[in-house]
């Protein structure tokens, strides 16, 4: 195994794993706002945001990521929803909201069983005592249920991180640079299929 050639493309890994760390924070942020309306929603007492949820969770959880990342990337330019260029940002950042979103949609799914796990692991004695303060529902779930599920699901968050560290390689199918992408272009100059992906399993490892 020949790694000599590290020391010339090396800058297009760290190039990669800059495009592959930015873009799984803003999709795990993306998917925590997402993913908590979504838990909220499960747990409500009224049908029919219980159903809307049920039915996107149980929709994005049972289908292909690539098919989500097709249907947002090619699907909405035919209804005529496109992302608008931002000449600061670059001719790619279409394509990269375009990965954000797809990936943002699919963790939410995830982060919402995460989150409604987290809310019924919280004693129920919790909620009747905030109730019998006078709180409403509402405020009850934000400032005593809420807090203490987060403190619960932070090691599954966690998890949910590293996933999407992972399935970011599959917006290199659109050409977004990161590092999957980095490493097949690396493979394409040197015409060596093995060295170049250790090379990326070392950076995620890193």
Do not use: W
Request: glycine share 8%; proline share 5%.
């Amino acid at each position: 195994m020949d790694f000599s050639f590290v020391t010339k493309y090396y800058q297009f890994f760290i190039d990669g794993a800059k495009v592959t760390i930015i873009l799984s924070i803003f999709t795990v942020v993306l998917g925590v706002i997402l993913g908590i309306f979504l838990a909220m929603m499960r747990v409500s007492r009224i049908s029919v945001l219980k159903f809307i949820a049920t039915s996107y969770i149980e929709f994005i959880r049972g289908t292909p990521i690539l098919v989500q990342l097709y249907i947002i990337y090619y699907g909405l330019p035919k209804i005529g929803i496109t992302f608008p260029d931002v000449p600061a940002l670059g001719s790619a950042f279409p394509d990269f909201m375009a990965g954000v979103l797809a990936l943002s949609i699919n963790s939410a799914a995830y982060v919402a069983e995460i989150f409604r796990a987290g809310i019924q692991a919280i004693d129920k004695g919790q909620m009747e005592a905030a109730r019998s303060l006078g709180m409403p529902h509402a405020m009850s779930m934000r400032y005593i249920i809420l807090p203490q599920a987060l403190r619960n699901v932070l090691p599954a968050l966690g998890n949910e991180f590293i996933v999407v560290i992972k399935e970011s390689s599959i917006v290199s199918i659109i050409g977004i640079g990161e590092l999957m992408y980095k490493a097949d272009t690396v493979r394409g100059n040197i015409f060596q299929p093995f060295e170049p992906r250790c090379s990326r399993r070392s950076f995620i490892s890193s």
